[in-house]
């Protein structure tokens, strides 16, 4: 198994494919073939899980730091990850996976209105 199917599994390739956004076109043509999105998406959550610096990024993937880095930014700029998050979310509550007595909410980023209640 490489590390591409080991870190994005074919189940979750299926679910996030159509969720990627398009990629810009380039504007005057030529330059480099793209990298393949599933082996980009595998670097960066091995990168987000392992917790490595983009640059401890393994040769393995086939994708370099920069590109992977790029990607995250574009992807997090468009909502790519959010939209992933609820994706998974919903699937797992559809099968009943959500525990919902073990949930924790985290109010840090509501702004307390000054002298409120």
């Known amino acids: 198994m490489s590390d591409v199917e080991k870190w994005c599994p074919e189940a979750l390739w299926q679910l ?3 969720l990627i956004p398009p990629h810009p076109k380039p504007w005057q043509g030529g330059g480099r073939r ?3 999105d599933r082996a980009v998406l595998a ?14 990024l ?13 990607r995250f930014s574009e992807w997090t700029k468009a909502g790519f990850f959010a939209l992933l998050h609820q994706a998974i979310l919903d699937l797992l509550g559809q099968a009943g996976q959500i525990d919902w007595s073990r949930a924790s909410v985290d109010a840090m980023h509501v702004r307390a209105v000054k002298g409120g209640t």
């Open 16 to 18: 996030a494919r159509g």
């Open 34 to 36: 793209r990298v393949d």
């Open 43 to 56: 670097a960066i959550l091995y990168v987000l899980r392992s917790g490595c610096s983009w640059w401890a």
């Open 58 to 70: 393994p040769a393995s993937f086939g994708v370099t730091r920069p590109t992977a880095h790029r």
